[in-house]
């Protein structure tokens, strides 16, 4: 069979720029690019190793999903952040956990239950341990509390809303990163009554402290002063 070096080619320029994008997407939400920063194409090539013009794409395509500002002929800087912003997307967070949750718990089977008290498992040893004063795996942290959060959702029988969501949710962390927010023993009850509520399918008391949950932690990451 005769090789196409050119497919070949393209399947690699493709994985190049799809591990650059997921990498400066992930540096975006957690607060490694800070908002508001330039992002200079030259060195991003050093950085990400992709090309200019993969960057370029990459960069337009952060644009669409407001993670970064794209400034014309002045080039692209992380998107900045605000106080207002910080409160609608947690609003829109809610609208959309909110209604994943009841569509999950009344559709969730026993496999639906396995995966939400794994996940939690995981978040509730790591919160554990930065009550104890360990934040040495502040990330990782974040990303159990993002499976937790789409555990819980699994079941709603709706891709596009799982989507969406993940999407919103990713902007919620990253102001959860730059503040740095941790609320401790509250949060950590309130994820273990949300595993609770989804064991028993109490939809109803789960809305309520995901409301509790999400508006506490906008108020604990305003008080840090850090967003303006």
Not at 170 to 188: N, P
Not at 190 to 201: D, F, L, P, Q, T
């Amino acid at each position: 069979m005769k090789h196409d070096a050119s497919a070949t080619d393209g399947d690699q320029t493709q994985t190049i720029g799809e591990n650059a994008y997921r990498r400066i997407r992930t540096d975006i939400i957690f607060g490694r690019l800070a908002p508001g920063q330039k992002l200079k194409l030259d060195r991003l090539r050093d950085a990400y190793g992709a090309s200019i013009s993969t960057l370029r794409e990459i960069l337009n395509r952060l644009s669409s999903e407001s993670l970064v500002v794209a400034e014309g002929q002045r080039g692209f800087e992380v998107a900045p952040v605000s106080v207002e912003n910080l409160k609608q997307i947690a609003e829109l967070r809610l609208l959309l956990e909110s209604h994943a949750l009841v569509l999950s718990f009344a559709a969730g089977d026993m496999e639906w239950e396995g995966r939400v008290v794994a996940a939690h498992h995981k978040l509730a040893t790591l919160e554990q341990r930065m009550q104890g004063g360990d934040r040495s795996q502040t990330e990782i942290w974040k990303r159990y509390d993002w499976e937790f959060h789409q555990a819980l959702i699994s079941a709603c029988g709706s891709a596009v809303l799982m989507e969406t969501h993940a999407g919103v949710f990713d902007k919620y962390l990253r102001y959860q990163m730059i503040a740095l927010s941790f609320r401790g023993e509250i949060a950590a009850e309130e994820h273990r009554i949300m595993r609770e509520c989804a064991i028993s399918r109490d939809a109803e008391q789960a809305r309520a402290v995901l409301i509790r949950h999400v508006q506490g932690g906008v108020e604990h990451a305003l008080a840090t002063g850090t967003i303006r």
